[in-house]
């Protein structure tokens, strides 16, 4: 859930989810030995300029990996006998899920976001989904649903950079930026400068708390 406003108890500042991406990223390297073939697709809202950031972050990961190993990064187009000097850039593109969502009833009518896939194939690729909080995995799975529409993946794995808890779906995320346990009154806010925030910042608010307050103004 990504908003504007950042009222409430602050879990993440700006430096804590960068390192968080960054942790992440070194974490994508590593499960994958490299990125070759990697694509990052961001779930509208708060997903979106997350995946750019840590596409971002990859490019800096790879960097430094191959400043430790004396070579040099290799593009994720290219063979590990063409090497380059630029700064790896990782694919990444946007994944809307709105009519594959089991809400669609019960909210407001969603406007459906655009999808982009970078070089418009799957097949054969490693797709990282990317969203700001995990919390129920209704998402998620409207993500797979949305994925399997446009093609077949060599694998699908999740990050994301809040994991609550109270999963009502059998998913987990492979990468976590921040295990956060809450009440079911409390929901948490990822709120990021690309969505109109003035700083970025996760907080948890009490809902439950607010609504009592709201009803005795």
Do not use: C, W
């Not at 699908?156 to 809450?182: F, S």
């Amino acid at each position: 859930m990504a908003e504007h406003q950042s009222t409430g108890k602050q879990i993440l500042g700006a430096a804590e989810i960068k390192r968080s991406l960054v942790r992440i990223a070194h974490e994508v390297v590593e499960r994958n030995r490299g990125v070759d073939d990697v694509i990052l697709l961001g779930i509208p809202s708060g997903g979106v300029p997350l995946a750019r950031r840590l596409g971002e972050a990859l490019s800096i990961a790879l960097a430094e990996d191959a400043a430790l190993t004396g070579s040099r990064p290799v593009a994720p187009s290219a063979s590990a006998s063409t090497p380059v000097s630029a700064p790896t850039s990782v694919p990444v593109g946007t994944l809307d899920i709105t009519m594959f969502r089991d809400d669609l009833g019960r909210h407001p009518i969603r406007v459906p976001q655009p999808t982009f896939i970078p070089g418009d194939t799957l097949e054969g690729r490693t797709v990282v989904l990317v969203d700001d909080v995990l919390y129920s995995g209704r998402t998620i799975r409207a993500a797979l649903d949305a994925l399997g529409s446009i093609g077949r993946a060599r694998a699908v794995q999740l990050a994301v950079l809040v994991d609550r808890g109270h999963r009502e779906l059998p998913i987990r995320a492979d990468y976590v930026g921040k295990n956060l346990p809450t009440s079911r009154t409390e929901t948490v806010v990822v709120s990021l400068t690309e969505l109109g925030a003035p700083a970025d910042a996760v907080t948890i608010h009490d809902v439950t708390g607010a609504r009592d307050e709201e009803a005795a103004r």
